[in-house]
T-cell receptor, first 113, second 115 residues
Framework: DGGITQSPKYLFRKEGQNVTLSCEQN?????MYWYRQDPGQGLRLIYY???????QKGDIAEGYSVSREKKESFPLTVTSAQKNPTAFYLC????????????FGPGTRLTVL | AQSVTQLDSHVSVSEGTPVLLRCNYS??????LFWYVQHPNKGLQLLLK??????LVKGINGFEAEFKKSETSFHLTKPSAHMSDAAEYFC?????????????FGQGTTLQVKP
C-alpha cells in the first residue's frame, strides 16, 4: 500500500534533549512538509522540501532542523533550542504542481517532560 | 496575503440532520481550496478540493462544498450527518500563484454528532 509513515506514534523526551521524528513516503512524491499542531489550532508549517537535497524554512522553523538526503525520507529534529516542543507533529507529501493536494501521515505526538 | 477563516470553532448536530461548516478565504489570486478531516490523534484526510473547475465540488462520504467568489466562501455541507462524521474539519487555501505548494490552514471546526 502506498502512503506516509511516521514513527514513533508517541515519543517522550526529557527537556534539553534533541529528538528526531521519522517520516517516510512511498508515493514517489517530490515535495514533503512538516507541520506542528497545537490544541485548538490549525497546522503551522515548520519546514518543507520540494526536491532532494533542498529544503526551506516555513513559518515556525526556529528550534527545528531537517534533512532531505533521499526522496522518500524527510526526518525532523526537534532541538533543545525549541522552547515549547510538546505538540502533535504531522508530515505530508505531494506531487509536483501547485494545485496538488497534500497527503498526510498519522502523526507523532511528542511530549517533553 | 492569503488567509482562511472558519467561522465556527464548534458545531453540534443531531444524527440524520444537515451539516454546515462555514469557511471564508482571502486571496489575491485564484485560490485552490481544500477541506480536510481529522479524527482524534490521526493524520488529515482530504475530503474535497476546488481548483477553478466546477464551483460545486463533491467529495468523499457525501460531503460537498460550493465555491462562491462573490462571497469569498467555501462552505462544507452534508445532507445527513452520521455518527462517524464527528471529527475536526479544516478549511485550507493554497496560494494560486505559489510555486511551493504551501497551505494556509484555518483554525478548525469541531463537529459533534449527537444520537
Amino acid at each position: 500500500d502506498g502512503g506516509i509513515t511516521q514513527s514513533p506514534k508517541y515519543l517522550f523526551r526529557k527537556e534539553g534533549q534533541n529528538v528526531t521524528l521519522s517520516c517516510e513516503q512511498n508515493l514517489n512524491h517530490d515535495a514533503m512538509y512538516w507541520y506542528r499542531q497545537d490544541p485548538g489550532q490549525g497546522l503551522r508549517l515548520i519546514y518543507y522540501s520540494q526536491i532532494v537535497n533542498d529544503f526551506q524554512k516555513g513559518d515556525i522553523a526556529e528550534g527545528y532542523s531537517v534533512s532531505r538526503e533521499k526522496k522518500e525520507s524527510f526526518p525532523l529534529t526537534v532541538t533543545s533550542a525549541q522552547k515549547n516542543p510538546t505538540a502533535f507533529y504531522l508530515c505530508a507529501s505531494s506531487s509536483r504542481g501547485t494545485r496538488n493536494e497534500q497527503f498526510f501521515g498519522p502523526g507523532t505526538r511528542l511530549t517533553v517532560l | 496575503a492569503q488567509s482562511v477563516t472558519q467561522l465556527d470553532s464548534h458545531v453540534s448536530v443531531s444524527e440524520g440532520t444537515p451539516v454546515l461548516l462555514r469557511c471564508n478565504y482571502s486571496s489575491s489570486y485564484s485560490p485552490s481550496l481544500f477541506w480536510y478531516v481529522q479524527h482524534p490523534n490521526k493524520g488529515l484526510q482530504l475530503l474535497l478540493k476546488y481548483t477553478s473547475a466546477a464551483t460545486l465540488v463533491k467529495g468523499i462520504n457525501g460531503f460537498e462544498a460550493e465555491f462562491k467568489k462573490s462571497e469569498t466562501s467555501f462552505h462544507l455541507t452534508k445532507p445527513s450527518a452520521h455518527m462517524s462524521d464527528a471529527a475536526e474539519y479544516f478549511c485550507v487555501v493554497m496560494h494560486g500563484s505559489s510555486n511551493t505548494g504551501k497551505l494556509i490552514f484555518g483554525q478548525g471546526t469541531t463537529l459533534q454528532v449527537k444520537p
